[in-house]
């Protein structure tokens, strides 16, 4: 892939779903924290050139530590985030320089190296792409007595995931836009979406995981250590 990228990964959250006094990202999976896993990643990735690591602003020095002590030499700026999740994106968007970016969440640390160029490919043909799966189960829409209203064709719902990759000036100019229209979307995506811009999905796998819950830990263990068994490591 001829373009660098930049890349915003956020982990200034503080999830509650995990019931331990840690932030999810924080916590320790195969011996490193989970969000080390993560920038490791894209520290691996030839077409990646810079990455702002957006954290709460109590964890900014610990955070430099490990940025040193794994040496993460893409991670340029480590900047504490905002109130809500898309403000702290648009903090790690402004201290990027690349043309094209990707965002991906701290606590998606299984993301294929393979994935991360499908979605990035897929973007530069378009503009904006997104990583996701087909949803395997049948999906029921509820009104607020519980009581089944609709039943979507499955065959065109998608479950979302990360990173998801666009061109800055389009991602820049839908987040600078949301925030002086004080709208607040679920992801990335729809703030480019409501600009009328397309945002096409690339195919991504199952076990890219966004790490919540404490059945999620098993799991991320099992397959972080069949893949290094696949490539042969201890």
Known sequence: MNEKWGVVIVAAGRGTRMGTSESKQFLHLANKPIMVHTLELFQRLDFVNEISLVVGTDDIDRCETWVRDYELSKVTAVISGGGERQHSVLRGLEKLTSDWVMVHDGV?????????????????????????????????????????????????????????????????????????????????????????????????????????????????EFLIGQRRSERGEA
């Open 108 to 220: 998606r640390p299984l993301v294929t190296e393979a994935a991360v160029a499908n979605c990035c490919r897929t973007a530069m043909q378009g503009g904006a792409a997104v990583l996701a799966v087909p949803v395997k189960d049948t999906i029921k829409q509820v009104d607020e007595g519980g009581v089944i209203v609709s039943t979507p064709d499955r065959r065109s719902l998608w479950a979302i995931q990360t990173p998801q990759a666009f061109r800055r000036v389009l991602l820049l100019e839908a987040h600078q836009r949301a925030s002086e229209e004080g709208f607040l979307g679920t992801d990335d995506a729809m703030v480019v979406e409501r600009m009328g811009a397309p945002v096409t999905v690339a195919e991504g796998d199952y076990t890219n995981i966004k790490i919540t819950t404490p059945e999620d830990l098993p799991y991320a």
